[in-house]
Nanobody
Framework: VQLQASGGGLVQAGDSLRLSCAAS????????MAWFRQAPGKEREFVAA????????YYADSVKGRFTISRDNAKNTVYLQMNSLKPDDTAVYYCAANEGRTYYGPTPRRYEYWGQGTQVTVSS
């Protein structure tokens, strides 16, 4: 499956952004999906994940209550709605796909496919 992330940009603290990740090439509903992010000089970190149907989600503590992951299997797209953004949220955001309907979680090596990343910059 090929993944194309979009929707990043430069915003002020407290603003909102919605990231999208469009998938192509395989049956989208066969994949658990996740968002990760990587800030300069830091390791890639887990942000949020959603199961194949969209019925179950999992969030990093740092974004819980502010970010919402969702998916539209008819549109082959996963979303990350980000509210109340903080400067610490500044990073390149990546979407990732795990083939099969069994895993959606925080471990990067469980995801076989990755998008190219989209930059999110939050100014104070």
């Amino acid at each position: 499956v090929q993944l194309q992330a979009s929707g990043g940009g430069l915003v002020q603290a407290g603003d909102s952004l919605r990231l999208s990740c469009a998938a192509s090439g395989r049956t989208f509903s066969n994949y658990g999906m996740a968002w990760f992010r990587q800030a300069p000089g830091k390791e890639r970190e887990f942000v949020a994940a959603v199961n194949w149907s969209g019925s179950s989600t999992y969030y990093a503590d740092s974004v819980k209550g502010r970010f919402t992951i969702s998916r539209d299997n008819a549109k082959n797209t996963v979303y990350l709605q980000m509210n109340s953004l903080k400067p610490d949220d500044t990073a390149v955001y990546y979407c990732a796909a795990n083939e099969g309907r069994t895993y959606y979680g925080p471990t990067p090596r469980r995801y076989e496919y990755w998008g190219q990343g989209t930059q999110v910059t939050v100014s104070s």
